[in-house]
């Protein structure tokens, strides 16, 4: 398995096979005990061990982890932060593969982990136990008491890999986040698909006063027709 991969993997996932045309279904399993799971049921995925690292890092070669990471530590090597001293919100945690990388490669002191799917907080602390200080499970969407909880983290940073725009956390709800968790200078760093672009972040910085830091344009992935499915990431500073 790959660096983002790294989990022991009990079940035997057999070959990996994907619903023709549309992304719909994902079947896994061994001859004769195949299963069929949605394609975006995070639950059904995060439930088996390595089944999302199998599926979407090697299968579909998912490249937004190493991007959104390495954007957030480039922006703390030049702006001469230590990680150390960093409290960081990971937002749509899943399973902890941005965590675990938010770890090792910039160093982060704190790190608490957010998501709607209890099914990620377990995996988290199945497959990568200690990556989060602590992780909470809410839906931001639907549990707006959420915030003054995390508050109290006094996070310095919120970090979100593959966890934004459709389906996931949309525009206003990752602005409120950051304007009700961060104070001036903290950081982000987030992608957003290319079907959203470019008017997402013609609408995100014109609502949230932020100083770009780094972007990049990457495959975020493979989609199952072969074809690459581009992504955007930024990282910013809140002024
Ligand atoms: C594509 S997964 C990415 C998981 C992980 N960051 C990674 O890169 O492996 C998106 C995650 O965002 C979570 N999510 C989506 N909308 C959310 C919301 N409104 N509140 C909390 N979590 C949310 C989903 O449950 C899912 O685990």
Do not use: C
Request: glycine fraction near 12%; charge should be negative.
């Amino acid at each position: 398995m790959g660096k983002n991969a790294d989990v022991s993997v009990a079940a035997d996932l057999g070959e990996i096979a994907f619903s023709p045309g549309r992304e719909e279904w994902i079947e896994y399993g061994p001859p004769g005990e195949r299963v069929r799971v949605g394609f975006h049921d995070y639950a059904a995925l995060y439930a088996v061990p390595g089944l999302y690292e199998r599926v979407f890092y090697e299968e579909l070669g998912m490249g937004s982890a190493d991007v959104v990471v390495g954007l957030y530590a480039e922006a703390l090597r030049s702006l001469g932060r230590d990680g150390a001293r960093e409290r960081v919100l990971d937002l749509g945690a899943g399973s902890g593969i941005g965590g675990a990388l938010l770890r090792r490669e910039a160093d982060v002191g704190f790190l608490v982990g957010l998501d709607r799917e209890p099914a990620a907080r377990e995996a988290a602390a199945r497959d990568r136990p200690g990556v989060y200080d602590a992780f909470t499970v809410a839906d931001l969407a639907a549990a707006p008491g959420t915030f003054e909880t995390l508050a109290a983290h006094d996070f310095t940073a919120v970090v979100a890999v593959s966890a934004i725009g459709s389906g996931h956390i949309p525009l206003e709800l990752l602005a409120e986040t950051l304007e009700r968790l961060l104070r001036p200078g903290g950081l982000f760093a987030f992608a957003v698909s290319d079907v959203l672009l470019p008017d997402f972040f013609v609408d995100f910085f014109a609502r949230v006063d932020a100083e770009k830091l780094g972007e990049r344009t990457y495959v975020h992935r493979r989609q199952t027709d072969g074809s690459p499915h581009g992504a955007q990431a930024v990282a910013a500073r809140l002024r």
